[in-house]
């Protein structure tokens, strides 16, 4: 058993995009589901240029994105693997990538300008976030969570191994 099976699934109908990135790496690899994520700043400067939010590249710019595209290509090989993208889970993966890049677009573009602070941002994030939430969970409901020992050892060891170590 997975451990993001019995830790809790998101609410049936949510439309944000961790909600499509979270479904969609439920079912595709998670490899598959990383190196699709890991295009993100990709998109982010192809949809910044296609916007006019950027207005030029330069050459180091258009370099780097040929050789992430490139190298994501490399990693990802899908010519061994082309299936795992284009299932509906690999396509939920691209279109989550993709739409963190246009939410990064429009945070630069409509609310980072604003001279608030990154403290100030992330605490709006996270209270529209809240309520987003609480909106679906009142009309979808939540079912409860079911806890077994491998689901909550793997939860400690991410969080003391992820973020409790030193990186140093």
């Given at each position: 058993?997975?451990?993001?099976?019995?830790?809790?699934?998101?609410?049936?109908?949510?439309?944000?995009?961790?909600?499509?990135?979270?479904?969609?790496?439920?079912?595709?690899?998670?490899?598959?589901?990383?190196?699709?994520?890991?295009?993100?700043?990709?998109?982010?400067?192809?949809?910044?240029?296609?916007?006019?939010?950027?207005?030029?590249?330069?050459?180091?710019?258009?370099?780097?994105?040929?050789?992430?595209?490139?190298?994501?290509?490399?990693?990802?090989?899908?010519?061994?693997?082309?299936?795992?993208?284009?299932?509906?889970?690999?396509?939920?993966?691209?279109?989550?990538?993709v739409s963190y890049a246009i939410s990064y677009i429009y945070m630069d573009r409509y609310v980072v300008r604003r001279g608030l602070s990154p403290i100030t941002l992330s605490a709006c994030q996270l209270l529209a976030a809240a309520v987003m939430l609480a909106v679906a969970l009142a009309i979808v409901g939540v079912r409860a969570p079911h806890f077994t020992a491998v689901s909550v050892a793997a939860v400690a060891i991410l969080g003391i191994v992820g973020t409790a170590s030193p990186t140093s």
């Open positions: 058993m997975v451990a993001s099976e019995s830790i809790g699934k998101p609410p049936k109908g949510g439309s944000d995009e961790h909600i499509v990135g979270f479904v969609a790496e439920q079912t595709v690899s998670s490899s598959a589901a990383g190196i699709i994520n890991a295009t993100t700043p990709l998109w982010t400067v192809l949809l910044a240029l296609a916007v006019r939010h950027q207005k030029s590249v330069t050459s180091w710019q258009a370099a780097g994105l040929i050789v992430g595209f490139g190298g994501a290509l490399l990693i990802f090989s899908p010519w061994g693997s082309a299936s795992a993208v284009t299932s509906a889970g690999g396509l939920e993966c691209l279109a989550a990538s």
